[in-house]
């Protein structure tokens, strides 16, 4: 059997977690010298309180080597196969921590194979590769066909996101600084996306309106070009404004529900308040991956 695990910053629910069968290794976020576990956390209390964090940014940290090695052990002893999609090894030190620890298991148990995958990430930008997997998984495909079912939903999802300054990831080193200064100087933001697993600019406005509205456009591209299957609008803060948008302004255009959830903490400590929205389309998207599918997988 394929047993699938992630981490929390895909934002799965725990009833979500229960339901798709996927385990969920958690991150952390540090405080004040407290370390809080990510899925224990109550987002909106946390986030209510994120204007306040710049001068003391909160950090994270990613799941231990024994908390991976305690996961993929009980796999290994049942005798099944091991499929684990991690947020962005150009974000986090996840990926790694994950293939360590299989290695380790794998060495330990001979026979036991692994397909770790980088999923490039985060968000429901990682989440839609994954439930790709589980339908592969839950038809009874083999370890190979989820893993590749992952790595073609991985090129057919977008990423793109508005903060509402440049100070958080000023502050995190996410931005050089000199960019940084130059954006609050003359007031230009970025709409920001994810490719390869980095953080990119894909356009730039001089208001935080003009900006939201810059990311439309991509989207409207993209879902043009290539059709749109699912869409999820992320907030990093007050959950209210992206509501909103997301009753008036995105689901008119799609024609279809869309959901609202907070961007994980881990994310949004380094981000900052912040808008986005992620979206999976029916056909690849240019320019999103643009490595071989080996290069995002781990394989024993």
């Keep these: 059997m394929v047993r ?145 079912e992952c790595l073609d939903g991985m090129a057919s999802t977008r990423y793109l996101f508005v903060p509402e300054s440049l100070a958080f990831l000023r502050a995190g080193g996410r931005i050089g600084g000199a960019a940084a200064f130059l954006g609050g100087l003359v007031k230009i933001l970025p709409v920001l996306s994810v490719r390869d697993g980095f953080a990119v600019t894909v356009s730039k406005a001089r208001t935080r309106s003009k900006a939201v509205n810059a990311m439309l456009t991509h989207f409207k591209n993209d879902i043009a070009e290539h059709g749109v299957k699912n869409v999820m609008v992320h907030y990093i803060g007050d959950k209210t404004e992206a509501a909103r948008w997301a009753r008036e302004v995105v689901e008119p255009l799609v024609g279809q529900a869309v959901g609202v959830r907070p961007a ?33 997988v781990c394989s024993a």
């Design 4 to 148: 699938i695990v992630t981490d929390s910053v895909t934002g799965l629910t725990a009833e979500e977690a229960r339901r798709y069968d996927v385990e969920v290794l958690t991150l952390f976020i540090n405080r004040d010298g407290v370390e809080y576990v990510e899925t224990e956390l109550d987002i909106d209390e946390f986030y209510s309180q994120i204007n306040t964090m710049i001068d003391d940014i909160p950090t994270s940290s990613q799941p231990s080597q024994h908390a991976f090695e305690e996961a993929f052990e009980r796999i290994a002893r049942d005798g099944d196969e091991l499929l684990g999609i991690f947020m962005s090894a150009g974000l986090s030190g996840t990926y790694e921590g994950a293939i360590r620890a299989a290695r380790s298991v794998a060495a330990r148990n001979p026979g036991f194979r692994f397909r770790v995958i980088d999923s490039t990430s985060v968000s429901f930008d990682e989440v839609w590769p994954l439930l790709r997997a589980v339908a592969a998984r839950d038809a009874g495909a083999s370890l190979d066909v989820c893993a590749q």
């Design 264 to 296: 994980s903490p881990v994310i949004g400590v380094h981000v900052g308040p912040a808008v986005g929205i992620a979206y999976e389309c029916v056909s690849r998207i240019k320019g999103k991956l643009t490595k071989p599918d080996s290069s995002y």
